[in-house]
């Protein structure tokens, strides 16, 4: 089975850089992903890594590491914006192409 | 462009009811895919097809049912609801991650189905 674990909730504030952790533990890996859930809206896909590393895309930067089961997200120039929930899933090969989620990570950023 | 379509958007059902969640995508993409999404639980995979008249079981699939009869339409079945199917049903659809490297697999969300059952 897999097990994937992040922090229940999160708090910054505006202009600040936070760090969401992702550990996971899977029996295959094909990938590991990030998005972003306002409240009462679908997912939007963040960040995606399958190899080690880290990857840039504007304020947000995800990060892999696949020996230690472990993945970042990070956030710079938080805005208000930003406060939402943020899911960590993986692709494990007995899934097929499904991802599988973790139980998220609610981020509030005040001002 | 539409994406991914859910209907109904809400539905309110009685104890033993049975319904069907439809979701459609106009992306032309192979895989889709129906979760659900509870309080404390984070999205937990249903089912899932890998192609036209293709389905297979997910982490929750007691209960449900789906089926792929047209390569853009994913049907979610409930055949005798109960209060522990009360939950967000999102429907999500994504293209093969082979090939290009940029092709990460991605999925694209529908806006969800919101299921109460009484």
């Known amino acids: 089975g897999q097990n994937i674990d992040q922090p229940t909730e999160m708090t910054a504030t505006e202009g600040a850089i936070v760090q969401i952790n992702c550990t996971y533990q899977t029996s295959g890996f094909n990938g590991l992903f990030w998005y972003q859930q306002h409240a009462g809206e679908a997912p939007t896909f963040l960040s995606y890594n399958v190899l080690d590393g880290l990857e840039e895309k504007g304020r947000f930067s995800s990060f892999l590491s696949r020996s230690k089961g472990y993945s970042y997200l990070l956030l710079k120039e938080l805005q208000m914006k930003d406060s939402a929930s943020y899911l960590c899933?993986?692709?494990?090969?007995?899934?097929?192409?499904?991802?599988?989620f973790g139980k998220g990570t609610t981020l509030s950023v005040s001002s | 462009n539409a994406g991914v379509t859910q209907t109904p958007k809400f539905r309110v059902l009685k104890t033993g009811q049975s319904m069907t969640l439809l979701c459609a995508q106009d992306m032309n993409h192979e895989y889709m895919y129906w979760y659900r999404q509870d309080p404390g639980m984070g999205l937990r995979l249903i089912h899932y097809?890998?192609?036209?008249?293709?389905?297979a079981k997910g982490e929750v699939p007691d209960g449900y049912n789906v089926s792929r009869l047209k390569k853009q339409n994913f049907l979610l079945g409930l055949e005798s609801a109960a209060p522990s199917q009360t939950s967000v049903y999102f429907c999500?659809?994504?293209?093969?991650?082979?090939?290009?490297?940029?092709?990460?697999?991605?999925?694209?969300f529908g806006e969800g189905s919101r299921l109460t059952v009484l």
């Open positions: 999500a659809s994504s293209y093969s991650s082979r090939g290009a490297p940029e092709n990460t697999g991605e999925l694209f």
């Open positions: 097809s890998v192609g036209e008249g293709t389905t």
């Open positions: 899933a993986v692709r494990p090969y007995q899934a097929g192409t499904a991802l599988i």
